[in-house]
């Protein structure tokens, strides 16, 4: 992937292909690169509010409820 895309189009592809979660454990500075596209891809229509909500939606699904 390294060797096609950057960190930051590549979690955008990854997002967009159905991914709902992305880990950066290696080198977390790359996450605020990310996360600065994923907003650009958001402003600029490629990836919607309610995709990116459905997919936390989906994640916060599986964590354990408190009691």
Do not use: M, Y
């Not at 990310?34 to 891809?41: F, W």
């Amino acid at each position: 992937i390294d060797d096609t895309w950057s960190t930051s189009e590549a979690t955008l592809l990854s997002l967009k292909a159905g991914a709902d979660l992305i880990l950066f454990a290696a080198e977390p500075l790359l996450a605020v690169g990310a996360l600065e596209r994923l907003e650009s891809a958001s402003t600029a229509g490629e990836i919607t509010t309610p995709e990116i909500k459905e997919k936390n939606q989906r994640i916060d699904s599986l964590r354990p409820t408190r009691e």
